[in-house]
């Protein structure tokens, strides 16, 4: 396994040179997962039936270590995914079963043998404790299945979708509890919302394409465009034409305004955690941030220890495994980084005293006798409602800033 950093400004020249090498399979590393709240931890699984669990926060370049090796599967590992927090990773295998594993401990929780459902991925659902799997059925028809985490015995639901070979690709948003199934070799992409009581599953509707995708990626929420209400964004790789087409999903509203109940608080890029605070057995939710304009973003650059050979860099790096495109937002001052100082709110003194310059001025002038100074009195009362709007909004933004500081602190 070899980790990469991409410059900020993208790639000007090829890079040759890994930032870390992780040496400890045997055979070929088919995974690769970072850990959602914990710091430079990753879990890579490969053809030897092993999953190891990286630690990179050290100074070596070369690491031939993991500091925990997960050898409970007898077949290789197909799909990863890890809970919220973090604490439970779940697998599926070749052999047909799906286990919820404690990554630490390297105990097997819970393990669903169910014959009539093979799974080929799986997915935890946020906080609502389901997995979510898909595979084959016993006439192998594709396939879909519901599972409560804490009893794999039987799966609450589960549905035939058609008798196309392609595997099936779940994204979920935990947000909008929306889930979505992306097969490959298909040209649509199915939406259902998830519920927490019967049905589960509700299907909607599908998206539809002539041409058919071998594979997608997703852009994290911290990378959509909230003023046209894009609630998700699929990359999607179509080999027939040698391109990768980006495909949103737009909530159709006219209004401008920032839309708070399709723009929940989000999942920022800052970890919760160290790598040993996680090694040592702590568990943390994700830390939460606003997609609201005007919100202070998180830098969602991991710093590594420089190795002791050190190489010189002439521009800050970001660390990335795949290689994806970095978001706009990483050069952004980081607001959760310094969550116990009070947000900087810049032209507040200025707005205050305009608008109380105004007030005065207003009250020991004359009233307006002529159509000319009755214009300019209404130009300036329009300028002091701007003004003051200004005013709430950063107000406002500063509210939530606050809120979302005292939840952080709550939480640690």
Known sequence: VKIWNIPKSMLANNITSPKKELRGHVRRVSLIEWHPTANNILFSSGYDYKIMIWNLDTKEAVISRPVKTLDAHRDVVLSMSFNTDGSLLATACRDKKIRVIDPRVGTVLQVASYRSHRANKVLFLGDMKKLFSTGTSRWNNRQIALWDQDDLSMPLLEEDLDGSSGV?????????????????????????????????????????????????????????????????????????????????????????SFQEDIYPMTTGAQPALTAQQWLNGFNKGPILVSLRPGSQAVSCSPQFPEPEPSVSTAEPRQNHVRGKKLLEDSNKPNGVEKRRKQPKMENLPKIEKTCACNDLDTLERPPPKTKNELLQVFYRQQEEIRSLRELVNQREIQIRQLKLQLRNLCMD
């Open 168 to 256: 099936l690709f779940p994204f979920y948003d935990s947000d909008t509890h929306m889930l979505y199934v992306v097969g490959k070799g298909d040209g649509n992409i199915r939406y259902y919302e998830i519920s927490p009581e019967n049905p589960y599953l509700i299907y909607l509707t599908e998206y539809r394409s002539h041409l058919p995708q071998k594979g997608a990626g997703m852009m994290p929420k911290r990378g959509l465009e909230v003023s046209a209400c894009e609630i998700f964004r699929f990359y999607k790789l179509i080999p027939t034409k040698s391109l990768i087409e980006p495909i949103s999903m737009i909530v159709p509203r006219r209004s401008e």
